[in-house]
């Protein structure tokens, strides 16, 4: 009894150690942060809250009215890879706006990335959409119907959730986030839907995939859903890794593709 006793004392210990090493970890990350998002920013929209969205803005050369892309971020936050594929995208043609939408924070640690999608509450992600879409719809060199959401993981779940929200957008590109099945819901899509996938991927799964084609298909919703063999989770990563070709590059000329068509 003694000895179990030892082992559950020594097991406690050490799981209240971890635990204050990972909340001291992310408290001294977010210490260290607070410029990174700035550093990858070139504005912010302000709000009647006071609390203005820092967003990225890429444009493509020339006077428009150009389509638009919003193009949000995984769940580590704004980073340099969102901003180089804004930039490639708008090379295509679209004004593509990144925002912010942990409001000053991004990571690299994966404790508080965890935090961090975890804590910012949903409605406030969205009501930050809602000013972005505004913004664009104000933008002379922005043509107000033919405005797209994309994200990538935390940002592929909170781009299907903003398409729920908001009629007025024309499509909505899903890398690999967190979906909806139920045609009930998936009704109120105002536009086509593309999902880029990994077979090897758990987070959705092939098996959550399939239910969200069917429950997009039973929805009457115009789709285009692919599971690239071979790849997991975040596989679309920079535009390095896209220019290599593979699965990154494949997935990523989908997606140019499917904007040609559907706000081309």
């Given at each position: 009894?003694?000895i179990v006793?030892?082992?559950?004392?020594?097991?406690?210990?050490?799981?209240?150690?971890?635990?204050l090493f990972l909340?001291?970890?992310?408290a001294v990350d977010?210490?260290?942060?607070g410029?990174?998002?700035?550093?990858?920013?070139?504005?912010?929209?302000?709000n009647?809250a006071?609390q203005?969205?820092?967003?990225?803005?890429?444009?493509?050369?020339g006077e428009g009215?150009?389509?638009?892309v919003i193009m949000?971020h995984e769940f580590w936050?704004l980073?340099?890879?969102i901003?180089?594929?804004?930039?490639a995208?708008?090379t295509?043609g679209?004004?593509?706006?990144?925002p912010?939408?942990?409001?000053?924070q991004?990571?690299?640690?994966l404790?508080?990335?965890?935090?961090l999608?975890?804590?910012?509450?949903?409605?406030?992600?969205l009501?930050?959409?809602?000013l972005?879409?505004d913004?664009l719809?104000?933008?002379?060199?922005?043509?107000?119907?033919?405005?797209?959401?994309?994200?990538?993981c935390?940002?592929?779940?909170?781009a299907?959730q903003?398409?729920?929200?908001?009629a007025d957008?024309?499509?909505t590109?899903?890398?690999?986030g967190?979906?909806?099945?139920?045609?009930?819901v998936?009704?109120q899509?105002?536009?086509?839907?593309?999902?880029?996938?990994g077979?090897?991927d758990r987070?959705?799964?092939?098996?959550?995939?399939?239910?969200?084609?069917?429950?997009?298909e039973?929805?009457g919703?115009?789709h285009?859903?692919?599971i690239?063999e071979?790849?997991?989770?975040?596989?679309?990563?920079?535009?390095?890794?896209?220019?290599?070709?593979?699965?990154p590059?494949?997935?990523?000329?989908q997606?140019?593709?499917?904007?040609?068509?559907?706000?081309?």
């Amino acid at each position: 009894m003694q000895i179990v006793k030892r082992i559950l004392i020594s097991l406690s210990i050490v799981v209240a150690a971890l635990v204050l090493f990972l909340a001291g970890s992310v408290a001294v990350d977010a210490l260290f942060g607070g410029d990174r998002v700035a550093a990858l920013t070139n504005m912010a929209i302000p709000n009647a809250a006071g609390q203005p969205v820092a967003v990225y803005v890429a444009k493509p050369v020339g006077e428009g009215p150009f389509p638009a892309v919003i193009m949000l971020h995984e769940f580590w936050g704004l980073k340099p890879e969102i901003t180089e594929k804004a930039d490639a995208l708008a090379t295509e043609g679209y004004i593509v706006v990144a925002p912010d939408m942990y409001r000053g924070q991004t990571t690299t640690w994966l404790p508080r990335a965890i935090y961090l999608a975890f804590t910012v509450p949903e409605s406030q992600v969205l009501d930050d959409l809602d000013l972005v879409f505004d913004w664009l719809e104000e933008q002379p060199d922005v043509d107000a119907d033919r405005i797209v959401v994309m994200g990538f993981c935390y940002g592929g779940g909170k781009a299907l959730q903003y398409s729920l929200r908001n009629a007025d957008l024309a499509g909505t590109g899903v890398f690999y986030g967190a979906l909806e099945s139920d045609p009930a819901v998936l009704r109120q899509l105002p536009g086509p839907v593309l999902g880029v996938f990994g077979a090897e991927d758990r987070a959705p799964s092939p098996a959550q995939v399939e239910q969200f084609s069917a429950g997009l298909e039973a929805a009457g919703i115009e789709h285009e859903i692919t599971i690239y063999e071979g790849v997991g989770h975040a596989f679309v990563t920079d535009m390095a890794a896209i220019r290599r070709g593979g699965a990154p590059g494949a997935a990523w000329s989908q997606f140019v593709n499917w904007l040609g068509r559907v706000i081309g």
